[in-house]
């Protein structure tokens, strides 16, 4: 069967642009036992991934150039020779963005899509959600009374640290760069928002919008507003470093005030992470979320883009802001 | 009875200087019950110090001007209107910066001066001894075969941490100031010291010294060396952030490359501290020191110097780097 592929066309500098994604059709294999042939229905675009199309050592492989991109996708079995994977079936597996794959059914997972919608597997209930679960749980471990402070809070993880930080019974502030996402925020119950792009003194709105100071963290900008959340942090702070997505760009190493003092001065505790790091715990974080989720008290909320070919536009679109929640391509 | 006294004379704008301090002759208050008349034997000049002559907000309250200045002090008494601490006793408390005080003895603790010399109780066996057990065995958890890295290694805390780390079965690194620091590392057990003053190409000669890369990383300068530190951590690295000696005279926010990126790669725990969150466990940290101590495990290293009169010298020495292990001075 013939499908088509994104292939990395080459590795980029600075900010990825299109020319960086090469459209091209390929042949899928023939598929051997245990094997099953998948139809894409949902593509995940993350901040990660930029790191991979750099050849730099990271916490995972750097793609190849002239080789698919890959990450999360939720896709549909059309083609079986597995018994635990029937036709039918829908599964989440880390794929080639292409219109089909063939895959080894022992790295798929089947997804419950009665549940919940498919592309949420993506999402609330899947990398994103386990990310602001053990991020904010486990190591951020707020409780009730506390201030939590989440930057990018409108994005796929952001908004889910923020929904659990209520949950918890938090005093709940974000920060994310349109109007329009500080509205959604609020709407989902955060108790302040900053549009940081808007606020000339980012500093100063942060301290007025957490009064008793901050208790944790949650970053996954850095930069500027992380400078600014330093010198709000109280004593015995939490901080998850879950992403960096202001300097994931950047051609030079980015330099900006020393942290460590303000660290010592609170015995802040910060924590760099990646979920994987938590892999034998994901089965008890996924329990959770979907019961929150079946509760009501979780929502997911996501940005999709319609149609194959539009995979790099989205892609691209994480670094200009344009997602509000989970990022997803609706390719079939 | 009339004491000698050093005041704070005024706070410190940059690098302390001799103007900062001031004699002064007082009169001592007479005894009520359950107070002690001590006479000060051995003074602790401590690096955190330099944060109290700051009117800035930090971990422990500013020193007031015109009002002595107060620290760790092992001292005789000399009159007793307390049951607990007949004349004769030894003692360490926090006190003031004096010939003889006046104290309640609730306050103080005695100290068994037949098991290490008394100005232990101020290194060794005290603050810094406490600092090195907590941060590296309970922040940094130090495995056989990791390797440990400390800076400010010839220091108080330092030398302690170095070899506590050897206790463990790690590989030990440190980084001082003179290449006579650096032998007495190597004397000691460290498996590599760095003369970072003469050293011209830091990075290169850190990660050489830590071939496996860097585990955990014991912080007592900050600077330049910490961000050469931060290329070189593994994996689930653990940090504890004890000082930041480097930047304790800056007039200006320091700045550097953002440590965040390199933290979040490696899923590294970076943890600020200050002895006194741990109060509650000081007497199993006490017990251990002493444990290792009198099995000839750990060393008890100071520089001290002699003579009231030079308290404030010894102090300022700190930021010269002119002592090895626990400065002290020595005043009867």
């Not at 925020?185 to 008793?212: M, Q, S």
Request: proline content about 6%; hydrophobic content about 40%; overall charge neutral.
């Amino acid at each position: 069967m013939k499908t088509q592929a994104i292939l990395l066309a080459s590795r980029p500098q600075g900010t990825p642009t299109p020319e960086q994604f090469q459209f091209e059709t390929r042949e899928t294999p023939a598929l051997t036992t245990g094997q099953v042939l998948l139809k894409t229905r949902y593509v995940s675009v993350d901040p990660y991934m930029r790191g991979r199309m750099s050849a730099a050592k990271s916490y995972v492989a750097p793609f190849e150039v002239g080789q698919p991109i890959a990450g999360g996708v939720v896709a549909e079995v059309i083609e079986s020779q597995s018994d635990s994977l029937p036709v039918g079936s829908t599964v989440v597996g880390n794929l080639a963005w292409q219109e089909f794959n063939v895959a080894d059914a022992q790295t798929l997972n089947s997804v419950p899509v009665d549940k919940a919608p498919a592309s949420y597997f993506l999402g609330l209930l899947g990398m994103p959600g386990l990310t602001a679960y053990f991020g904010l749980l486990d190591i951020c471990q707020p409780k009730a009374g506390e201030t939590v402070l989440v930057s990018g809070a409108a994005g796929a993880v952001g908004l889910i640290v923020g929904q659990l930080a209520k949950i918890k019974g938090c005093r709940v502030v974000g920060t994310a760069g349109t109007d329009e996402k500080v509205s959604h925020l609020k709407a989902l119950g955060f108790d302040e928002a900053i549009n940081y792009k808007t606020t000339p003194d980012i500093a100063k709105a942060l301290a007025a919008a957490a009064p008793n100071g901050v208790d944790c963290y949650f970053d996954n900008v850095g930069g500027a507003i992380t400078d600014a959340v330093y010198d709000l942090l109280n004593k015995h702070a939490r901080i998850a470093l879950c992403g960096q997505i202001s300097t994931y760009n950047a051609t030079e190493t980015p330099t900006g005030p020393r942290p460590e003092g303000k660290l010592l001065k609170t015995s802040t505790k910060l924590q760099g992470f990646i979920v994987s790091d938590y892999l034998s715990r994901w089965p008890e974080g996924i329990a959770k979320l979907t019961e929150w989720y079946a509760a009501g008290q979780l929502k997911g909320e996501e940005t999709v883009t319609e149609g194959f070919d539009h995979i790099p536009a989205a892609f691209l679109g994480l670094f200009k802001g344009d997602n509000t929640g989970k990022a997803v391509v609706k390719v079939a």
